[in-house]
């Protein structure tokens, strides 16, 4: 098995107007003097990594030709400040330490650049100050790499010391990539030239790695050299051989006068890093680990969005908006957070506005665009506008219970159980109020004063809403079923039975998700249920009971999808279910459950074991699963509408580009690949125990299959065919899993997995969005 072996050279431009070096002459000889502003930097840095800092500095000189502009007073020197240091980070859910080799300070002596297939150097920052960090050859893979140079670019911006933007502009790199076969370290690198970006880093790095492994399999031997990156070729070409035994640096005779801050509140500034930011968001605030990255990437976002909180603002509300309307608003204008006219106070007010009612979600994004564009208060513009809705409880009860009064044949009807009242006389208040009321709060308060418990049944079908026809065939889907099943229970509790769908359950299609999810929807925004019970059938229910806890699970209304072995006919266990699915509706306020004859269930990681016998389980979990905090309800709640066509066309695409692939012995990869060359972008692959499957060099190992694919852009989340743990930890066959890029999806089974890629399907603006989401809730629980 080969080892992948990379290791970066980054260099960060700073202070442009400054001289690293100032050389003068004395008796004692020449005298080096170190810029204090830079030392501050340094220090900030060596501490920010975790290294030690030097007492004594020495001055070296850069070894080999170095081709130094006509005109300029580049020096070549450079000094080391700092060893041994580290940086922890997480990437598909492996942590890894990055060690830091070295910081030294030096002068930029340009860089190495392409363009119309001839290369040449830039050297429009030369004697710019550049540190350079060198890692320890940690990197396996080129998502690594990208990854950390993208944690540097947040520390720097945390740390201050640079206020050009984009800061990525300021910070180059060269990577060095080496395969050995394990244990052995390598005799070799490969040094990559011409990276401009992290995402050329990324793909050099791998591309690299395949050309090494190519060249290794067959018996030759790499070579040590520099070789430059092609974009449109999208390979490594060669530039010169390089000496893997040159010397660096050479010591120069001269004495070096430099200063460190004289106590340590002179360069430790209060502030935090990204990672400790990240964290604290998520445990103080209930973030997600995706929208804590979001927040957190950017040092003006993430204190913009603490100081919304400070000014009144909800934290999970604030992190939606600002994960979706605002940052478009400022993306549209080409301005950043720190510069936005909508100040955190004026946006705190908003959602206050949008929490209490008084505005929709509709008139929040006018309201956004508007005090963005005009710096007005929203208060002011809101009354110009006459956008305000009345939905304080306390000034609408009074009209409530004057329509009530006016009204008793309508109420009475609405006592006895027949719901179309309800409409008119939330009709009857909003004449009252010249349609300013909110609809949602008028019903609630209508059903509190007349002590009113509606729960939506919705049909979709399955043997708890069947019957057997004469012929000993069966029919579902039946809503005379369903109503002689509620028949009975709690008088207080009001039922409405809606026929969304008549299939048995492994008859169900995307298609027929986007009606349920839109009946669903147009239930919770009615403001009349007190919960909703889905009667569903037995084979897909795994799959479709995960999609509604991605898309529901923090909905205002409790969802039970409620189902049975038998048809009522056949055994009472319909009935048990239906009764507890109504008591669960009408005692809990929000979460999604599953109730399967009788008992209940979370409805993530829901496994059929055996029919009649205990029926289902739920894998990987300790404590069942209801509720979600920061699921993708929020995501999609702030969608306008969704309109069922729409939700069609979007989950029939996401399932024609993912495909569900259970490893087994003889899984031939070679089958696979035209469906990726025909469109494929996900695949959900089952593998052994905690990631393990043939990595061999065979016709029947998924190493192929991981290679091309993700050449291809195809994206692999791997789930577990046993009751496990995706970590890919333990076996050796797991970690080159990994390292082909496969995504760990934790706890979750394929079930839930699936369920997870359609809900993100749903709410995800492109696949880079869709991707992160995945990532990230695949270490929900």
């Not at 509604?548 to 056949?570: G, R, Y």
């Not at 829901?606 to 699921?631: A, H, Q, Y």
Request: aromatic share 10%; with cysteine.
């Amino acid at each position: 098995m080969y080892q992948s072996n990379v290791y970066l050279e980054t260099r960060i431009l700073v202070l442009p107007h400054k001289k690293a070096f100032i050389e003068t002459s004395t008796e004692n000889g020449t005298q080096i003097t170190i810029d204090s502003e830079l030392m501050n930097i340094l220090c900030m840095l060596s501490n920010a990594f975790n290294c030690k800092k030097l007492e004594e500095l020495e001055i070296e000189h850069l070894t080999g030709s170095i081709d130094i502009p006509e005109g300029s007073d580049i020096s070549g020197y450079s000094v080391k400040v700092a060893t041994n240091g580290f940086l922890d980070i997480e990437f598909h859910r492996r942590k890894k330490t990055v060690h830091i080799e070295e910081i030294r300070i030096e002068e930029d002596t340009g860089r190495l650049t392409r363009s119309n297939n001839k290369a040449f150097m830039d050297y429009s920052n030369a004697g710019c100050p550049s540190i350079r960090i060198r890692t320890g050859a940690d990197f396996e893979l080129g998502e690594e790499a990208e990854f950390f140079l993208n944690e540097l670019r947040r520390l720097v911006q945390y740390l201050g010391f640079i206020t050009v933007a984009p800061i990525e502009t300021m910070i180059r790199c060269n990577a060095y990539v080496a395969l050995a076969k394990y244990p052995i370290p390598p005799d070799y690198y490969v040094k990559l030239r011409n990276l401009n970006s992290f995402n050329f880093v990324r793909k050099a790095i791998n591309i690299e790695l395949n050309r090494q492994e190519e060249i290794l399999r067959t018996g030759k031997k790499v070579v040590s050299e520099s070789r430059l990156w092609n974009e449109r070729q999208n390979s490594t070409e060669q530039y010169k051989l390089r000496d893997p035994h040159l010397t660096r640096f050479e010591k120069v005779k001269a004495h070096v006068v430099f200063k460190y801050p004289e106590t340590e509140m002179d360069f430790q500034k209060p502030f935090e890093l990204p990672e400790a930011r990240r964290r604290r968001l998520s445990k103080v605030y209930g973030l997600s680990r995706t929208r804590a990255e979001y927040i957190c990437d950017d040092k003006d976002r993430a204190d913009y969005f603490e100081a919304t909180i400070a000014a009144g603002g909800d934290s999970m509300d604030a992190a939606h908006w600002i994960s979706s309307e605002f940052s478009r608003i400022t993306e549209n204008n080409f301005t950043g957070f720190s510069q936005s006219p909508l100040t955190p106070a004026y946006f705190a007010q908003i959602l206050q506005l949008l929490k209490n009612g008084r505005i929709h979600n509709g008139i929040a994004r006018q309201l956004m665009q508007s005090v963005y564009k005009t710096g007005k208060d929203p208060l002011t513009i809101i009354k110009i506008n006459n956008w305000t809705q009345i939905a304080s409880e306390d000034e609408l009860l009074p009209i409530v219970k004057k329509v009530i009064a006016e009204n008793p044949k309508e109420t009475e009807k609405l006592r006895d159980g027949e719901m179309s009242p309800i409409e008119f006389l939330t009709g009857q208040v909003m004449h009252l109020t010249g349609g300013m009321a909110v609809p949602q709060t008028v019903k609630r308060l209508l059903k509190r004063e007349l002590n009113i418990k509606l729960v939506y049944v919705l049909s979709m079908g399955g043997a708890i809403c069947g019957r057997l026809n004469q012929d000993g065939s069966a029919k579902t889907g039946e809503v005379e079923v369903l109503n002689k099943l509620l028949e009975n229970n709690d008088s207080d509790v009001r039922t409405k039975v809606v026929q969304v769908n008549h299939l048995w359950s492994e008859e169900i299609e995307p298609g027929d998700w986007a009606a349920l999810i839109k009946e669903i929807t147009e239930c919770i925004e009615t403001g009349t249920a007190s919960g909703i019970i889905v009667a569903y059938g037995l084979d897909t229910l795994p799959y479709t009971a995960a999609l509604l806890f991605w898309l529901f699970a923090d909905a205002k209304v409790p969802i039970i999808l409620a189902s049975a072995h038998d048809t009522p006919e056949a055994s009472d266990m319909p009935k048990c279910s239906i009764d507890k699915a109504v008591t669960l509706a009408v005692k809990e306020t929000n979460g999604v459950y599953v109730v399967f004859d009788g008992k209940v269930f979370s409805p993530l990681n829901l496994k059929f074991i055996k029919p009649r016998e205990g029926g289902f389980c739920n894998w990987n979990m300790e404590n069942l699963v209801f509720t979600g905090s920061d699921t993708l309800y929020s995501m999609f709640a702030g969608l306008e509408s969704p309109d069922e066509f729409v939700m069609k066309q979007i989950l029939r695409e996401a399932a024609n580009k993912m495909l569900v692939c259970r490893v087994y012995p003889g899984l031939k990869s070679s089958n696979y690949l035209p469906l990726i060359d025909n469109g494929l972008t996900h695949i959900i692959m089952e593998l052994y125990e905690t990631g393990t499957g043939s990595m061999r060099e065979s016709d029947y190992s998924i190493k192929p299959l991981l290679q091309n694919g993700r050449k291809k852009g195809c994206h692999f989340y791997c789930t577990s065919q046993q009751e496990s743990e995706i970590d890919f930890s333990g076996y050796s066959t797991s970690r080159r899993v990994w390292r082909e890029g496969a995504t760990p999806m934790g706890r979750l089974t394929t079930e839930s997995a699936v369920g997870l890629y359609f809900a993100a399907s749903l709410v995800a603006d492109n696949q880079e969005e869709l991707d992160k989401l995945l990532e990230s809730y695949s270490a929900f629980f």
